[in-house]
């Protein structure tokens, strides 16, 4: 059991694949304006598609480019943050 919210067992999708198909739904809602979010962008939504076609894996090619591209933002975030 989930101490913090007493919730037993839940998950958001039953597989990989579904968790990923999840993602790409609601980024197409956030996209059609039914919901209030960021899309994400091309290539992450590329990532997610091939990963996807692979059965819910994401590729280590992948993985490192969105971890690379993740700490990239995190820099620039910071640098600016520093600039104000």
């Keep these: 059991m989930d101490s913090d919210n007493g919730v037993e067992g839940q998950r ?6 579904d968790h990923v198909q999840l993602l790409l739904d609601l980024n197409q809602k956030n996209l059609d304006g039914q919901m209030d ?21 994401v590729s280590r090619a992948d993985y490192e480019q969105a971890w690379a591209s993740y700490r990239q933002q995190r820099v620039c975030f910071a640098a600016d943050y520093e600039g104000r």
Aim: hydrophobic share 45%; glycine share 12%; charged share 15%.
């Design 37 to 57: 979010g960021t899309p994400m962008s091309e290539h992450q939504v590329a990532i997610l598609k091939r990963a996807l076609a692979a059965g819910g894996r």
């Design 12 to 17: 958001i999708a039953s597989s990989m694949s």
